[in-house]
């Protein structure tokens, strides 16, 4: 049991580079959330998937997509990437309905510097 | 509009002594709260949780207190180990609402031996 995964762990990309973060989990969580750790900042939410299939914006959205391949999987995109998205990012897995109540559990993070 | 603040980027306490970390939320639809740790180079990860309907959770040394009406918890260590330094953030959601949990800027813990 891996909980959350996230590849790659370290990544440094030129200014209009494309990447796509990789996320899985294995808990079998409905909900599955991208994060971005810059610091003074806090944790800001790029992306979220409350089910496969859906998705939604979260605080930061500008410049990422994201697509729930399946159940496990959530990946982040960087389209043309900026120095502006040099960060840390989070992919965290959830079931926090009050059925199902669970918390986040989040992946060791992938640190991303734009060049 | 920060919905979530925890006001103090950083404590210093001495081992053994207690920590007291606090969060102040504006939004009253939240009704359930977490905290999470994070070490440097990891992920955050769960710490301890309260429902709106409590006013305190308590696990080993750690309790969590919610006052509804001045919309503020604390997290409190007794006694504080060196192990704890860590960054401590504070969480809310909405149970009735999405799952998005928004989270506090942190605040960064050193416990000093």
């Known amino acids: 049991n891996a909980g959350v995964t996230q590849t790659p762990k370290f990544q440094v990309l030129k200014t209009g580079q494309s990447m796509t973060l990789q996320c899985a989990q294995d808990?079998?969580?409905?909900?599955m959330y991208w994060y971005r750790q810059d610091p003074g900042m806090g944790l800001r939410l790029i992306y979220y998937?409350?089910?496969?299939?859906?998705?939604d914006k979260g605080e930061v959205p500008n410049g990422y997509n994201v697509s729930r391949l399946n159940k496990r999987e959530f990946s982040l995109r960087l389209e043309s990437a900026a120095p502006s998205q040099t960060s840390v990012y989070f992919c965290a897995s959830s079931s926090l309905r009050r059925e199902l109540r669970d918390t986040q559990y989040f992946g060791p993070g992938t640190r991303l510097t734009v060049l | 509009d920060q919905q979530v603040k925890q006001n103090s980027p950083s404590l210093s306490v001495q081992e053994g002594r207690i920590s007291i970390l606090n969060c102040d939320y504006t939004n009253s639809m939240f009704d359930y709260f977490l905290w999470y740790k994070k070490y440097p180079a990891e992920g955050p990860t769960f710490l301890i949780s309260?429902?709106?309907?409590?006013d305190k959770n308590e696990d080993g040394r750690f309790t969590v207190f919610l006052n509804k009406s001045a919309k503020h918890l604390s997290l409190h260590i007794v006694p504080s180990q060196p192990g704890d330094s860590a960054v401590y953030f504070c969480?809310?959601?909405?149970?009735?609402?999405?799952?998005?949990?928004?989270f506090g800027k942190g605040t960064k813990l050193t416990v000093n031996p």
């Open positions: 808990m079998n969580h409905n909900s």
């Open positions: 998937s409350a089910s496969e299939g859906t998705t």
């Open positions: 309260i429902s709106s309907i409590k």
């Open positions: 969480a809310a959601f909405n149970q009735g609402g999405s799952e998005k949990l928004v």
